[in-house]
């Protein structure tokens, strides 16, 4: 790690001549052993490198930031400078802070020397299964690759993290097709520290192959009626919590004051059953970022516990506009705690409602009304799923939905970025053609 600490010392050495506050750079190199398969074939193997230095600096209570692609000793100097411009353009902002604690700590992660004989292989493996276990599928794209990650994270007060990351990756992309008639894309992804078990094995792929296959022969929803939709994990990260992340508890929410939860910490917001965690740190969460962009370490916390709003995800700049307090962490590492019932069994339960895979729409407005349509998606009529729906709208508010929940599964996605549960809840407008 020696020559990326060089090259951060020389961020630092630089940004000292022009009598900066205090300074904060992060050198990083990625190298991405990567397969690629388009239509069911093999398309390209290829090896690709990432070098990035980014650099923040701080002067006269102005901030100012500059980013490069590749470590030449004359373009960081460039940089720096850049960044420095930047900064005595800027408007002035005493709301800046890092952290000055001095904490200097190495991580390493994951597989660094990727087994790429054995990556193939499972790649392989992963098209013939398809081709062969889901004959209504057609696989439109797959990617398989090894990504490491050197990176050295240093600040004007002695922080210095340095880490060293390797993991696996897939992504395979599908559609349903019988004769003239297909179902929306679809894809399964994962996040791996071993090449252990078969790709397909892997989460919920079966499942969502076996869904998105069911798919092929979509049919139009007539009626217009309230009733319960089961969000698949995917979508209820994308619908659910990241309009809670985006809209109700993160910076810019708090800093326009457009969070209709700004008040409401310490408060019920939604069902009691309903846990929200932002844990870099758990072990279902695999290379979780282990500091901030500010240099504090990152730590697990809820956001929502039992209900109750814990915590916003504020970084130390909009803690330090709005006068709250910095939140532990403002990762992505989303963990949201399961229930007791299988999806099968959620599912008996429901007399009319429908199964969303992916959702189109516009972002939700600040109230938390959103609408759009429900994709990949299946009608439950008395108990059972009856057949695959074409496009279908949904609407509701969020804030309001979120105490009419019926049912967490206790099957999870974990790809190793998250770990969400199926979500059901009652009274949502469908609406078919």
């Excluded at 500091?291 to 929502?304: K, M, P, R, T, W």
């Excluded at 999870?412 to 059901?424: D, F, N, Q, R, T």
């Amino acid at each position: 790690m020696d020559k990326y600490k060089k090259l951060a010392e020389l961020v630092l050495s630089e940004a000292a001549k022009y009598d900066v506050k205090y300074a904060s750079c992060v050198v990083n190199e990625k190298e991405t052993k990567e397969f690629n398969v388009e239509i069911g074939e093999f398309s390209l193997l290829r090896t690709l490198f990432d070098k990035t230095v980014a650099v923040s600096v701080y002067k006269n209570e102005r901030h100012g930031s500059a980013t490069i692609n590749g470590f030449e000793e004359e373009k960081i100097i460039r940089a720096v400078k850049d960044a420095c411009d930047a900064a005595d353009s800027s408007d002035p902002d005493s709301c800046w802070q890092i952290d000055d604690s001095g904490t200097v700590k190495s991580f390493s992660e994951g597989p660094l020397v990727p087994d790429t004989e054995k990556l193939f292989e499972r790649t392989k493996e992963l098209i013939d299964t398809i081709q062969t276990e889901y004959p209504k599928l057609l696989l439109e794209q797959a990617i398989s690759e090894h990504i490491k990650i050197n990176s050295v994270y240093m600040n004007s007060y002695g922080t210095t993290y340095d880490s060293q990351l390797g993991a696996y990756y897939f992504y395979v992309g599908y559609s349903g097709h019988d004769g003239e008639k297909s179902s929306h894309s679809y894809g399964s992804t994962g996040k791996l520290l071993d090449l252990d078990t078969p790709f397909v094995d892997c989460n919920l792929t079966r499942r969502e192959l076996s869904d998105t296959e069911k798919q092929s022969s979509p049919e139009a929803l007539d009626d217009k009626f309230t009733g319960t939709v089961v969000f698949t994990p995917g979508c209820a990260a994308d619908v659910v919590f990241a309009t809670i992340a985006r809209s109700f508890v993160s910076d810019s929410s708090l800093i326009e004051d457009t969070s209709i939860w700004k008040n409401k910490i310490g408060e019920q917001v939604c069902d009691s059953r309903i846990t929200m965690r932002l844990a870099p740190n758990d072990k279902r969460i695999l290379l979780g970022q282990k500091f901030s962009g500010e240099g504090f370490l990152n730590e697990d916390f809820d956001v929502i516990k039992d209900g109750v709003l814990n915590s916003f995800i504020l970084s130390q700049y909009a803690a330090n506009k709005v006068g709250k307090k910095r939140s532990p962490n403002t990762s992505s590492a989303l963990i949201v705690e399961p229930g007791e019932k299988t999806l099968d069994e959620i599912i008996a339960g429901i007399d009319k409602g429908i199964m969303v895979g992916r959702f189109s729409g516009g972002t939700p407005g600040a109230n938390g009304e959103f609408s759009g349509i429900a994709k990949n998606a299946f009608l439950i009529e008395d108990g059972k799923i009856t057949k695959a729906l074409s496009e279908t709208m949904i609407s509701d508010n969020l804030p309001e939905m979120l105490f009419r929940l019926r049912d967490i599964s206790k099957e999870v996605l974990e790809e190793g970025s998250i770990s969400i549960p199926y979500m059901a809840f009652d009274g949502v407008t469908i609406s078919g053609k």
